[in-house]
């Protein structure tokens, strides 16, 4: 385990100790206390030091959960020491970053997942069907919303408004989920339009607004922040033959289709979600195989969130292409 400062880090430990085929053996962490309190309780050693961590034989990978800022560096590292790696999203705060991670993969051949987990809830796979069969026709307007009241209420660990750790606010953090939600049923847009609210005067946003453009003019809006207390986990789609709406606010999928010859909304059929990221990559190292999909859309949300912080800062729309 490579870090406890994220508010998840216990959360993936719980995931390496109730998979059969995985066990924790070692704590490293940037801040030595934390570290060493987390490895007392999980009854395993605690070293200081990384790169002797790293060398340690009976370490066949890692999980990653140092601040944002440290990821390409503590990845880099660990898959030249021929570890695979399973990491907090995002992967990394800018496309440079994010390449230096994957010339690292590929010079190794380690095993790479990223946590994107809402990618595997029984709702988009359920979402995805009715969107493949066609009864939504093309799609023209996308909505994801994931707020809740974190600051507002005060739960959040205070380092999650340190912008040098972060890379931001509520938009890299909570704002990771709609975000790879909706370039997933948007498609990759070219052009990308961020307003930041800071609600409570921190030094990062606590309220954010991103509008992507489609190539073919097709309209996405990702909404997010730390000021609501009520405020539901919500998606929209909308197309030229259909509409569907989840969690508005009901933990259910409902759509209209011109197709169905039915006038009213429709309930689609629960499904049973996909297994897990953690499972995904130890899925990848046991069979040798590679998590394409998870780490080009982890690559695509870097530069998407990358294209928001400057569009937020510069105050104005910014095009996918200026990052290559």
């Not at 799609?139 to 209420?153: D, E, F, K, M, Q």
């Not at 049923?185 to 005067?201: D, I, T």
């Not at 991103?210 to 789609?237: D, K, Q, R």
């Not at 033959?241 to 209209?256: H, N, V």
Request: aromatic share 8%.
């Amino acid at each position: 385990m490579l870090s406890y400062w994220h508010v998840h880090a216990w959360d993936y430990t719980e995931n390496v100790l109730n998979h059969p085929d995985t066990e924790v053996v070692a704590v490293w962490d940037e801040l030595p206390e934390r570290g060493a309190e987390a490895a007392a309780k999980l009854g395993v050693p605690f070293v200081a030091n990384l790169d002797e961590l790293l060398a340690r034989e009976d370490v066949d990978g890692v999980v990653v959960d140092t601040p944002t800022n440290m990821h390409r560096d503590v990845i880099v590292k660990a898959a030249l020491a021929g570890k695979h790696i399973f990491t907090e999203k995002v992967l990394a705060l800018t496309t440079a970053e994010v390449n230096a991670i994957l010339a690292a993969m590929e010079k190794t051949g380690v095993k790479l997942t990223v946590s994107l987990p809402r990618l595997n809830d029984w709702y988009t796979p359920a979402i995805e069907q009715i969107v493949n069969k066609g009864l939504l026709g093309r799609i023209t307007y996308v909505r994801v919303r994931l707020s809740h009241n974190g600051a507002t209420a005060g739960w959040l660990p205070e380092h999650f408004y340190n912008r040098e750790q972060c890379g931001g606010g509520a938009l890299i953090d909570l704002g990771c989920h709609p975000m790879y939600l909706a370039r997933l049923f948007l498609g990759m847009p070219v052009q990308v339009s961020a307003s930041f609210g800071y609600v409570l005067g921190k030094e990062v946003e606590d309220n954010a607004v991103v509008t992507l453009l489609g190539l073919n003019g097709e309209i996405g809006v990702v909404e997010a922040g730390f000021v609501n207390a009520h405020s539901p986990f919500t998606i929209e789609l909308h197309g030229t033959e259909g509409s569907l709406l989840y969690g508005t606010p009901d933990d259910r999928i409902m759509y209209r289709s011109s197709h169905t010859g039915e006038q009213q909304w429709l309930e689609a059929d629960r499904g049973v979600g996909r297994s897990s990221a953690f499972e995904q990559w130890v899925g990848h190292i046991q069979r040798n195989t590679a998590a394409s999909d998870n780490i080009r859309m982890a690559q695509e949300l870097t530069a998407l969130m990358e294209a928001a912080n400057r569009s937020a800062a510069e105050k104005r729309a910014v095009q996918l292409d200026e990052l290559i």
